[in-house]
Structure formats: C-alpha cells, structure tokens
C-alpha cells in the first residue's frame, strides 16, 4: 500500500465516527484517496458533510500510522489480503443502527485476521464473573484452542479476561476486539493482558489510536466481536448485559448464539437463562459442544458417556424377575412368579439368563442376588 | 359402592401387574364383578390368562381394603367423581409399553384426585441431590403452592422429598404416587414425610397394598406423576436418572417439560442441561415461570424488572455527548465535537438537556459530568 493511500485510510478511519455508511458509500465510489480529498474539502453532500465536519481539519493520519508501526501493527483495510469478507457481508441484511462492516481495522499481532474468521468463537460475559463464570470460561477457551478454534473477546476484566489468559495458557490463538485505540490500554488493569494479546494473537481496533473508549463505543465493537466468530457464547451476564447485546448481534448476523447455564440463584447468570429462555440460544456445557457449532460440518461433540450397568441388557420380564428378588434371602419360583405376576413357567427361564449373567444363583431351588462387585 | 363391587376391583387392582391393557379391555365390556369372575375362573383369553395366572387364586381383596379402610384411605376407580379423566385421556394416543391409564388407584388423604390434577406441577428429580438442588426445589415448591399449583412428585429422596416438604411447609397440597402400596413407606426414612401427606395431602399407588416397590414399578408409576401434572419441573438429574423418564413421560403425554439449569460443574445437573440442550425442555428459574404453564390462560409470569439508569433514556447523540465528557475536568464545546464526531453546533442542545437532566454541569464554557449520587 502507498503512503498516499494509507495515510488516506487513517485519515478516514478518524473524521467520522464509525460506522458511518455515508462515507464507506463515497469510498466504495471513488477510492479512499479521492474521498479522502473530498471530504477534507468539504465537498461532499450534506449528511456527509455533518458527521465529519468536526473532524474534517484533522490532520493526524501520519502520527497515528506512526503510531501503529511503532507497535509493529498495520492498518487493514477491504484491499488487504487478510480482510475477513466472508465475517462481515451478513451486514449487508441488516436494518440496524451500527449494522455495518467497519471501514478500516487497526491490528496489532501476528494472527491473520481471516485465517482467525474462519474458526473462531467469541466468549463473552460479565465483568463482575463469579469464581464459578471464570472457572467455566477458562474450561471453554482451554477446549476450543486445544481444538484450533480462536478466541475471540472484548479484552475487559471478568469473563473476557479469563477467557483470553485460558487462550493464551492454552498455547492457543485469541483475539481481542477492543472500544478504542490499539495503544489505549482499556481497562488499566489489562495493560499487561492486552500487550501479551498484541504479541502472540491478535488486537483490533476500528478507531484509530488514540481513541477513548466510551459506552456507545462499546456496543458498536460487540458487533465485530460477534461478526468474527462463528458462535457467541455468553459464559455470564446479568439482567443488564453487553454480553447479552453482543450475542443480539451475533444472532442478527445469523451466528449461533450460545450460553453457559448456572445456578437460578446467582445473580450472574440471570442474562444466560434469558438467553436460554426467550433467546433462542443454545445451551452449552463444554467446549466440544461449541466446536460442534463453529466448526468443519461433520465434528460433532462426541456423546458423553452415560455410566452403564449389567441390568441394562435385561429383558422386560428378567428385569421384573430381578427386581421381585429381594436385598437378603431368597425367593421359590412360585413366590418370583406371585411376586411379579409372571406365570411360574415363565419364571424359570429368565432366572436362568440371570444365572448364567451371574447376577442371581441358586441355592437348594431358591433363588437369591448374588453379590454385585 | 357396594362391597362386591370394590372387592372386585381391588381382586382385579392386584391379579395382574399393571398397567395390563387386556384387564383393562375385559373390565370396560363386562364391568369390574364379572371381569373378575371370568379371571378368577380362568375363563380368560389365552394373552390374558397367562398374566393373571400366577396370581388369580389370590384372595386378599378384602384384606386389602381393611388395610387401606384402617389408613383412612379409599379406593378411586373410573366410576368415582373424582377419578382425574382429563389426566389420563392422552394416553389413547401413545404406542408405548405401560402407555396405560390405571386401573384404580388406591388413595389416601382428603385432596380429591381431580381437583389436584386441575392444577397441579409434579417436582422431580434426582435423590443424590445437593444443597443447590434443596434449595431452589423448596423455593419452587413453596412459591407454586403460594398460587395454589399443587405439588405432584414421587416421595422419594432428595428433590421429591425437598419438594413435598416445601409444599407441607406452606400449607399446600402435594401429592405423592408411589410405586408400592400405600402401606408401605418407602424409602423407610419418609415414613414421617409421607404419613405427613396422607394426613394433608394425598398418597396415591396404583399397586394393592403390602406391594414392594421394584425398579420397573418406579419406572411404571413414573408415567402417573407426569400425567397428573400439567408441566414436571426436573430439578436435579444426573447423567442417568428416573426423572429423566418422568420428563419422557410428560413429553409424549404432551404435558410441558422443565428443567432447572444448575452449575455445568455440577454432575446432579447433566440430566437437566440434556433436557433443556436435546429433549425440548423449558428452561425455569422460578415458580411464576411454571404457574405460567400449568395455570389458568393469561396467567403469565411478570417479567422481571431490570436495573435501569438515568441514562436510558438519552438520545444517540446525547449518549455519545456524555460519554465524550471525561471523568475528571471538563471539555469545552468545541472538544467535545471532536471527540464524538458531532458538529459542534450539533453538540450544543445535547450539552443543554444533559444539563437539564442533571447529568452534566456547565462551568465557565466548559462541561464536565455532574456528581452521580
């Protein structure tokens, strides 16, 4: 990519607040430089005009790429190899404030951004998490990158955090998709977290560097946390919940909308049985459960075994001929058949199987239990 | 009802095991004396003499009813007012071994069967429960018979116990079906709990007194604490677990299935998130939510409230205005345009109904946030 023509994305990628369809429209029409240009101008129609006039006279495009390679980043955009088309073109079917792909991405890490699209899931969920929501999120991120399947988060604390240091304990790959600039390190608390993110796995970023996140910031990054992975699984949330908002796009965007149960009585997990309840999300429980969700057709989640026991070969009538025996002592055929109301010669065979099964012996033409193991 | 008349039915309760549709078929086209004559006789068809066989010499009808007339109980059969038809009629349609209504059943305690099952939930589930389980069972029992639902289960321990307690404990009606004879406290341990339902609720079995509940007779009865129930809560389950098979039942009775979500670490809860993930089940979390099922039309659970905010009910742009303002100082007009994208004449009526709603507070041209309380 030219100077020119990077420097004119960073340009745009700050003079409106994103997404903003207006300029991604003049873009798409005349190129980012020639848009670029117009805008700066201010020779662009009306709306346009008012959603970048505070910002139009800017002129940090340079600093802020300086910015971004100090960190080793780079700016990518619909041009670039690595842009995920495939995660964003659900966009186009949505009626939705903020439903839009964003114009540009501001990445640090050495992950390719579509080679993570492509076998992702978001783990998302409250920050005030419970020792229960990290425990299970650790669990879940721990199974999905043992399985190759990236992790893809918000970068706050609580559930987000656990589900990025599960990732990268795990050896695996985690992405995080933060409210602000790329050096903005958002919480504080993460700077660490957030630099280990930037160095094995991936952080993104549609504002340019710099940038505060704020609230509505937030809830427009969800969108691309949720465009990103294949499924969006909510580990914790509460009535109130920009979890359970990243998992309404999720659901918009036509991803498969996930969440973790737990106790009625927590507090935590309130969202999460919304979610069950009314949400269309599907309950999960292990990692293997949501592979099964993001992953190639045919990986189903291998049943978990149910514990077996000797009686489940039993005929109906061996059953009852067992079950009419009691815990101490021994029964005639005649009190088996009375007992069961099975005809005495009916009796006689089914003891019999159950002899040779070595659950009941004989003794002296009775029949008692023999000793289970 | 005469004497013969109930000796014949209780001869008829006890000579084979039940359900047995053939009795059944003979009983509706001879009636209950000469259907008993015929059986006693032998003078049966071939599929049916070989189930009564072993016990048709039996003379303990009178026995029986002089145990069940010193309990204080009596015997309920299809000529009664209050034998539950509407509970039993949607087994006409099922293709399932014990797919049967009972013959009669042999109750004991002052609630009418019908009344009951007019409005009623049964609370199953499993007897290796945990004190999670314990809890949020008492707490739905308790708060279902606080809206006059009564409390169907199956008397066993664990979850049943928990929930007939619950529902003793708040002066409500539950109801015990048990899979021997009402004679026979079972597990030994309830003996207090049931004679406790007996006396303020009712005790039911389709199975003569002095009968031994067996496995296949917990798995038969389990089919009669579905159907008398409008909806069967599955509190606890484990992987394998008899609860599992009541919820089956209501399933093809075409009752609704719930379950109760619980930790994803907690094995007491596999059955529960197996229902709730393949079976089809509801997801509850409290007893409105059930009431919602089982009662009268319109009879919804009302939505609980979530937290909410002054900032709710701010516009997009006046949302964006106030999260531009820092935490700490304050920022002109002019910065907070930048900040958000906003034109700065387009910030100035946002800052101003901020500042009517008290959120933020102007000072010598600049704004900053006002103290929250």
């Known amino acids: 990519m030219s100077t020119d023509v990077e420097r004119a994305w960073a340009y745009l990628s700050r003079v409106a607040e994103p997404p903003c369809p207006e300029l991604a429209a003049l873009v798409a029409d005349e190129g980012p430089v020639a848009a670029a240009d117009k805008v700066r101008r201010g020779g662009v129609d009306e709306a346009l005009k008012r959603k970048t006039e505070a910002r139009r006279e800017n002129n940090c495009a340079q600093a802020d790429l300086d910015v971004l390679a100090r960190m080793g980043g780079r700016l990518v955009t619909p041009c670039d190899d690595e842009w995920p088309w495939l995660s964003f073109v659900a966009f186009g079917n949505l009626a939705r404030p903020q439903g839009y792909p964003p114009l540009v991405l501001w990445a640090v890490g050495p992950a390719r951004m579509d080679e993570v699209a492509d076998r992702a899931a978001a783990i998302v969920g409250t920050r005030a998490a ?10 879940l991120a721990a199974g999905l990158v043992m399985r190759d399947v990236a992790v893809v988060s918000g970068g706050a604390f609580g559930i987000d955090g656990a589900a990025h240091r599960a990732a990268l304990a795990g050896d695996g790959l985690t992405v995080a998709v933060v409210a602000g600039g790329v050096d903005v390190p958002y919480p504080a608390g993460h700077a660490a977290l957030l ?19 704020t609230r509505s910031r937030f809830l427009t990054r969800n969108r691309l946390v949720a465009a990103l992975s294949g499924a969006t699984v909510v580990v914790e949330a509460g009535a109130r919940s920009g979890a359970a908002n990243t998992a309404g796009w999720a659901a918009d965007l036509g991803r498969n909308v996930c969440a973790v149960p737990g106790p009625v009585t927590s507090g935590a997990s309130v969202g999460c049985h919304r979610l069950l309840r009314d949400g269309g999300a599907t309950l999960v429980t292990r990692a293997e459960e949501v592979v099964e969700l993001v992953g190639r057709m045919g990986e189903l989640a291998p049943v978990e075994e149910r514990p077996t026991s000797p009686l489940d070969a039993l005929t ?12 101490r002592g021994a029964r005639s055929a005649d009190e088996v058949a009375f007992a069961t109301g099975i005809p005495v010669y009916q009796v006689v065979g089914p003891l019999a199987m159950l002899e040779v099964a070595g659950l009941v012996v004989q003794d002296g033409g009775r029949w008692k239990l023999a000793r289970r193991r």
Not at 195 to 213: A, F, K, N, Q, V
């Open 130 to 139: 419970t020792a229960y929501g990290e425990h299970v999120t650790a669990d």
């Open 195 to 213: 630099s280990r993110i930037r160095r094995d796995g991936l952080l993104l970023s549609e504002y340019p560097p710099g940038t505060r996140p």
């Open 316 to 327: 109906e009538s061996e059953r009852r001929v067992y079950d009419a025996l009691p815990k």
